[in-house]
Structures are given as C-alpha cells and as structure tokens.
C-alpha cells in the first residue's frame, strides 16, 4: 500500500513538472508570436537574425491558419490574433488537464472562459482606444489608425447597417459594442468558468 502510494505520487510528481514545462514552452511561444506580429506591421528589414528566427518560429502556424480561414481584413494579417488565441486556450486548458491528471471536461470549460474572457478584454482595449481615435479625425493612412480600422470596423459596420447608431453626427456604435462585450463576458464566460470549477468539485470528468 504505501509502495503503490509512492508511486502515485511519483506519477503526480511527474504530470506537475511536464504541465509547468509546457506552460512555459507555450509562454515563450505566446511572446514570440506577440513580438513577431509587432515587428511585421512596421515593414522590418527581411534579412535581420532577429527577424528571420521570428518568422521561421510562427510561419508555419501562421500559413495553416491563412489556409483553413480569411484572416487578411482591411490589408492586415489577423493569423497572428488567431494563433494568440489558440496558444492562450492550450495553455489555459493542457496545462491544468497534464497537472491534474485528468478533470478534462472541466479543464476545458474553464479554460474556454478564461481564453475567451482575455481575448474579450483586450478587444475591449482596442475599441476604446478606436473609438477615442475617431473622434479627433485621424490621420486614415496611419499605420496604427488602420490596424485598429481593421480590427473594429467590421464590426462597427455590422451593427451600424442593422441599427440606427449614428445620432447627430455622433457614430455610438462603439458604445454598443463595448456593452455588448460587458454582457457577453459576465453572462457566457463566467457561466462557463463556474460550471467548470462546479464539476470539479463534485469530482471532474
């Protein structure tokens, strides 16, 4: 009995330095892409050690999301958004399930939450800072005006053809937006974040 308890220990032992290694391989990972993505919106010099490492290193995840989905809008590349997301769920989802040696259903609710709540927030960032942008007529040939242009007018657009937001000169389409964001993140991804902790507490999945 205490042998086979030793071992179990051993196995948990194990699944905990395996998890906290691919939280930081995934960590690394996440900034490689987050710097290289910063580096390719200002045109960087192709031939430069620092450049090439970035592109060999997201390149090939970045090709298969351009592959399997439209991720050029306005001009700008959205893989590298993608593939944030995609490491950010991993993390938030693998790396607990390899720790705890399973709770795999609620590990992955949770971390469903907990990526979408982040995703949320930053785009949350990004249409406030849009929508202060916008009402000091930008520069539209702005590097940075056309990246925030192409993450939030689309959507921007999409409600303003559907409902009457633009009153008096005053376009409050952002304003739905970010409320829409509020809701969304209190209603669906805490639903999902509790339900998770909820099925671990009655002993996982």
Aim: net charge positive; glycine share 6%; proline share 7%.
């Amino acid at each position: 009995m205490i042998l086979w308890e030793g071992r179990m220990d051993g196995m948990s032992s194990i699944f905990v330095t395996v998890g906290t290694i691919l939280h930081y391989a995934l960590t690394i990972y996440l900034w490689i892409i987050i710097i290289g993505a910063f580096i390719s919106w200002v045109n960087p010099d192709p031939h430069n050690p620092i450049v090439r490492f970035l592109r060999k290193a997201t390149d090939p995840l970045f090709f298969w999301l351009r592959r399997n989905m439209p991720l050029i809008v306005y001009g700008v590349d959205f893989s590298p958004i993608i593939a944030i997301v995609l490491v950010l769920f991993a993390d938030n989802t693998l790396v607990p399930i390899i720790r705890e040696g399973g709770n795999v259903v609620p590990n992955i609710l949770i971390g469903l939450g907990t990526t979408i709540a982040a995703f949320l927030q930053s785009y949350l960032l990004i249409v406030i800072v849009a929508a202060v942008i916008s009402w000091v007529s930008p520069n539209p040939y702005n590097p940075i005006v056309r990246i925030l242009a192409a993450f939030t007018e689309p959507v921007f657009s999409w409600f303003r053809r559907r409902l009457p937001l633009v009153v008096g000169g005053l376009d409050l389409s952002p304003l739905l937006v970010i409320a829409l964001i509020y809701l969304v993140n209190m209603l669906v991804m805490s639903s999902l974040v509790q339900v998770g902790l909820n099925l671990k507490l009655k002993g996982g999945l």
